[in-house]
Nanobody
Framework: QVQLVESGGGLVQAGGSLRLSCAAS????????IGWFRQAPGKEREFVAG????????YYSDSVKGRFTISRDNAKNTVYLQMNSLKPEDTAVYYC???????????????WGQGTQVTVSS
């Protein structure tokens, strides 16, 4: 199993940028697909972006496509989520998760981080 820790969240004005990091422990990190999910108050957790173990396959939700970029550095056991042109509706707790293959549903990911808060002010 892999342990995940998110960082990089914070408060930013609309139109601004943040880069989230998901640092993993464990020697098998590069065998896992990584997904980013978010959960706003009163809403269900939703898929944001995901990347396969090799980085060769990437998925984005329609709501972030063109604004967010996911990438990974397997040498550093880290996955990044670059978030540009942020909107107030992007406000949520962001979680990264690891799973054996890249899917867009929560059930496909068995290891989760504790989350990092992103707040976008208007």
């Amino acid at each position: 199993q892999v342990q995940l820790v998110e960082s990089g969240g914070g408060l930013v004005q609309a139109g601004g940028s943040l880069r989230l990091s998901c640092a993993a422990s464990g020697r098998t990190f590069n065998s896992y697909a990584i997904g980013w999910f978010r959960q706003a108050p009163g809403k269900e957790r939703e898929f944001v972006a995901g990347i396969s173990w090799s980085g060769g396959t990437i998925y984005y939700s329609d709501s972030v496509k063109g604004r967010f970029t996911i990438s990974r550095d397997n040498a550093k056991n880290t996955v990044y989520l670059q978030m540009n042109s942020l909107k107030p509706e992007d406000t949520a707790v962001y979680y990264c998760a690891a799973g054996p293959i890249l899917v867009v549903n929560m059930e496909g990911f068995g290891s989760w981080g504790q989350g990092t808060q992103v707040t976008v002010s208007s």
